[in-house]
């Protein structure tokens, strides 16, 4: 959605804040990472349970018996205030419970990156729009590495502006499809003029003020409107930290006879359904994937092709102009480095976790048709569709019943493995079944199945060749000592 891309997310003053050693304090104090935890109830859905789990991630047991999964800490998710990112959040939710993991979600307080991972304070953001953040996105994956990116969801998100489908209907001769209607003064004249529209106040006041470029008194005007004859019209808005500045600047690059009134983020959809409902013409800002475009019949209005070098331009300074549409965004999926640490098993996981085009708008055409929420069309489609996300979850790990020369039988996580024998231990058996024996005394064990003799004794014997190691073995003074394996 290229939400809330403001100038000062690359700015990050982390000792303003405490630092968290470990995630499982009692006192965490999270809303300091700007996460929001519901008080102390979290976000999580509704309980999901599969008919038939037969994933066996949750009998895993460890060696006092208690079961692995379960008795590690609980892992935390975040997601952010829209549709789809809640369908990831709580699908990712239902799957890792079924494997036995407890599971805590989260939402973000301010729509800004970095915090929480400069601080391992979440695991997992399941749908990152990587414009949004600007410069941030970078610094925090690849620069400070304080987020481990786990590549693409599976889905585009695109930004757009939309008319409702019906006016093709109405007026099939007119290209509402194309953003060169907006210059033709009688395909204006069925649009709300600027000024006209909503005047929507959240406590009283604007939804925004004070930005000139940006937003005054809740309004983009630009100067070709700002004349009382100007005969512009306006286009409703969401927030103006969405997509910010660009279609402030789109509108300057292109010159086009347009405001924007920005209705806010709780009333900006129930003002555009209002209208549609009662077939109005309007031009409106929203993106994909949403509940609200998979359930109506809206068009894209289309601009001049998207030109990467003139966004890369606005990245770093947005108030350059703009004359193309913006990049489809690649969606991404980012981890702490102490989830990598804290749940190695998962890793895999998190990144074959790969959600289809066609059924992340399937999630949201049920939440719209059936009226379900994000937790129940996701449940839904969990119940459905283990042949996809059954992929995703990683076999369970078998203990191994002995191992070969060279290597022991050791206890790691709620398996056994075959580990190579470390420095000071040896083992020359070839089905073993216990760790590897500790060197003895006066003999050097380097590790695996090497054993070299650190001292011999004098003795009246010749020269023999003896499978070592041999407790108190006397030879010759200055015999040739060979250590053979057998």
Known sequence: MWLRMIATVSVWIITAFPTVAAIE???FNFSAFNIDTNGSSFYNAPSCLLPNNNLGWNMLKNQDGSFYTHS?????LLYDGWDSSMLNAFLTQYI??????????????????????YNNAVDL???????DFGTSFAQVTQIDKAAINLGAIGYNGNIGLYVP???????????FDFWRFLLNPEYRSIFPASGTGPRIL???????????????NGTYIPAQCSSANSKCIEMWHYDPGYSSNIYQRLIDGLNLPVTINFLSFGEAQNTIQDAIDRKKAILFYNWTPTSFVANNNFTKVLFPSNNPTQYAAFAKDNSKLLTTDPQSSILQKLASNKFVADFPELQSFATKYQMPDDQI?????????NGWSAAEASCDWFKKNQAVWGDWV????????????????????????????PAGSYNWIGNNTQQCTPCPNEFECPGGATVNVLKVFGCRYLPQRLLFPIFALCMKPAAQIIVVQL
């Open 25 to 27: 304090q009692a006192s």
């Open 72 to 76: 590690k800490r609980p892992i935390i």
């Open 96 to 117: 890792l419970e079924a494997m036995g993991y407890r599971v805590e979600v989260v939402t973000r307080i301010n729509y800004v990156l970095g915090i929480e991972f």
């Open 125 to 131: 953001e399941l749908e990152i729009w990587p414009q």
């Open 165 to 175: 489908s019906y006016l093709f209907d109405q007026y099939p001769d007119w290209s």
């Open 202 to 216: 959240v406590n009283g006041e604007p939804e925004c003020d004070g930005t000139p470029g940006l937003c005054m």
């Open 361 to 369: 708008n399937l999630m949201l055409k049920n939440m719209a048709h």
């Open 394 to 421: 990683p076999d369970v790990p078998k203990s191994v019943v002995s191992c070969p020369v060279g290597t022991g039988r050791y206890l790691t996580g709620a398996t056994y493995s075959c580990i190579a024998c």
